[in-house]
Structure formats: C-alpha cells, structure tokens
C-alpha cells in the first residue's frame, strides 16, 4: 500500500475500537504496518473481550495491509514491553507508537473512589508511559548503533485535560498529565531522531455517546463532523516523515476543524525582590489578575 505512512511500522494502542480502530486502518492505508493492541475492555474498564483487535488485524488485512494483533494490557510495564518487542519482531523495526488506549468512570469529585482514581489514572498515565518507556529504550538503541530513528509518538490528550472538565476529575488529571509528558518526552527524545506530540480529539464513540447526543444524527450536509474517522488522518500526518519539524505540540482535532492548543504560559508577574509579606499578596495578585488573560471555562460548568 502506498501513503504518507509507507513502509513504516506502527503500534497503535487501543486500536480494536472507537478513535484508536481509525487510526489504525488510515495508518494501514498511508502505507503503514500496523501493531493492533487492544485489551478488550468494557467502557469503564473491565477486560471482557479480546476480539476486537483480531477484527481490526482482518479489515486491513482485507484491503491489503499488513497487520498483527497484541492483547497487552498498556500500563502493565511488561506486557507493554512485549508490546514494543512484537513490533520490532514482527516487522524488523518501530517508527510509530499512537498511545490512544483508555477508559473513564466519571463522578463528582466528591464522589469518586480510590480504586476509581487509581483506576483512570493508571490505563491513562502509566499506559501512555509504559509503551513510551520502551519505545524510548529502542530508537536509544537504534541511535547508538548509528541507526538515528526517523521515529513519532502521537500521545492522546483531551480538552477534559486541558480546559478541564466537570465530573471528570480522574480523566482530567491523567489527560493533563500527558499533555505535561509529551513536552518532556520531546525534548528528551529529540536526541534520538523522535518526535513526541499529543492530540486532543472530539469524537462520537462509546466513550462520549451521552456528551455529544445531540450530535449523533446524520447531519444534513453528509458531513458527519463527529466520526472518529475524522480524527486519524492528523494522526497519519504526525506519523509521517513530513512531520519531522514538529515536537512537542498538542493538537486539537473536531470534525474538519484543527486547533493548535497554546498551553500554560508565564503571564503578569511582580516581583518584590524579597518574601511577601501574607497581608500585602491579596493587593499584589488582584492587580495580576487584572493584567491576565481570563482562563477559558472548565467543559460542563
Ligand atoms: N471520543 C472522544 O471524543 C475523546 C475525546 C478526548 C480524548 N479521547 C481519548 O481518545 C482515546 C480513545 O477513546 P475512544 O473514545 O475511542 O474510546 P473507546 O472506549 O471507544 O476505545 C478505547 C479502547 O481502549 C481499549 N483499552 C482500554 N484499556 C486498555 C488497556 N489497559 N490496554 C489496552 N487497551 C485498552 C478498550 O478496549 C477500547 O477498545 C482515549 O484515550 C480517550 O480518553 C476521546
């Protein structure tokens, strides 16, 4: 197959359905090979079925691609070892790694239990780490033998991270966390011949059916501005080689529109060249504020 992506082999995490299935096939059909990895988890995270990543591996396969199966659990360290190892086993190297897999168990704050916390947290935080960790631990060594990667890492972020999002405290706080990763993995990796970007996507899939309800009819226009598919040919870019000058970015993506997100910025600021006294910081940080641009509102509020 002939694409942006030729010859290149990619891991995609989470591919057996929702965004993560479209970024695998348009991947397969710009010309990449293609790790499916899915665990087969229920919205909220309960691994119940292994097949959908097999069903993914025959639809490229029946257009023509070259793809394999892996049912690793992401944020388990070793079994995103083998994960990293399938793809360089399988098709003699790694260029690609979409970090995607992940799930949610939304609640107030308030309400939310540990086990939930630590839950969202790991399959979003340490599941991007894990696979990202070994990655990282391959192109080092591809670039010490003198083999410098021409190699990408697309993260996915989410605007929950990034603008906040009301009664997804967990999700939120693991989405910025990738967003906070991906800068450091850039700069990090830059060495080796790797780019590190992240995506915030919006999308009608499981995940987000109650959120975007009212746009789950055909639009009129044919257009279906929340199809995941529309989500994955930013994904094949980033993991071309025509993306090289790109790092360290987050990228939103809805329908046909593309938003580069500008993230935390150093604003107004005084300095009083010695500590503050307590009674003097309330005069000091009102007058800031009224210098700083207002932050944008927190998604649900
Ligand atoms: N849909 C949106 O609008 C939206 C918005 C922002 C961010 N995101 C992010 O995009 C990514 C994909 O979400 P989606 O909407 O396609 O959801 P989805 O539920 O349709 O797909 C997620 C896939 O990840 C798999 N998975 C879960 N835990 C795993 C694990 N530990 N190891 C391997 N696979 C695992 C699931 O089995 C599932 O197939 C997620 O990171 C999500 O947070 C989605």
């Known amino acids: 197959m002939t694409g942006i992506c030729k010859g290149r082999v990619a891991i995609v995490t989470g591919a057996g359905r929702g965004l993560g299935r479209e970024h695998a096939l348009e991947l397969a059909r710009q010309g990449a090979k293609v790790v499916v990895n899915d665990l087969g ?72 239990s540990e086990e939930e916390w630590d839950a969202v947290i790991r399959v979003h935080l340490k599941g991007h780490f894990a696979p990202l960790r070994h990655a990282a631990e391959y192109w080092r060594a591809e670039a010490k033998a003198g083999r410098t990667p021409d190699a990408r890492v697309i993260n996915t972020s989410s605007g929950a991270g990034l603008q906040g999002s009301v009664g997804q405290a967990s999700y939120s706080a693991a989405k910025a966390g990738i967003a906070g990763l991906t800068l450091v993995a850039a700069h990090e990796l830059a060495r080796y011949g790797v780019t590190v970007n992240a995506i915030a996507p919006s999308a009608r899939t499981r995940m987000t059916e109650g959120a975007f309800a009212e746009a789950m009819a055909a639009p009129e226009s044919g257009f279906d501005a929340m199809d995941p598919a529309n989500v994955s040919p930013v994904v094949a870019w980033l993991a071309s080689p025509g993306s090289r000058e790109v790092t360290g970015r987050v990228i939103e993506i809805e329908g046909g529109r593309i938003c580069i997100e ?24 009102t007058a800031l504020l009224q210098k700083a641009a207002a932050p944008e509102p927190v998604y649900g509020a």
Request: proline content about 2%; cysteine-free; hydrophobic content about 45%.
């Open 41 to 112: 988890t229920s919205l909220d995270g309960i691994v119940e079925a292994s097949g959908p990543a097999h069903d993914v591996v025959d639809l490229i396969r029946s257009m023509g691609g070259e793809a394999v199966a892996n049912g690793a659990d992401v944020a388990d360290f070793e079994q995103a070892r083998g994960l990293v190892r399938q793809a360089v086993d399988t098709f003699g190297g790694l260029d690609i790694l979409v970090n995607n897999a992940g799930f949610v168990r939304d609640r107030m704050l308030v309400n939310t």
């Open 262 to 285: 500008e993230g935390w910025n150093h604003g107004p600021a005084q300095d009083a060249g010695r500590r503050w006294e307590a009674a003097a910081v309330g005069e000091a940080v």
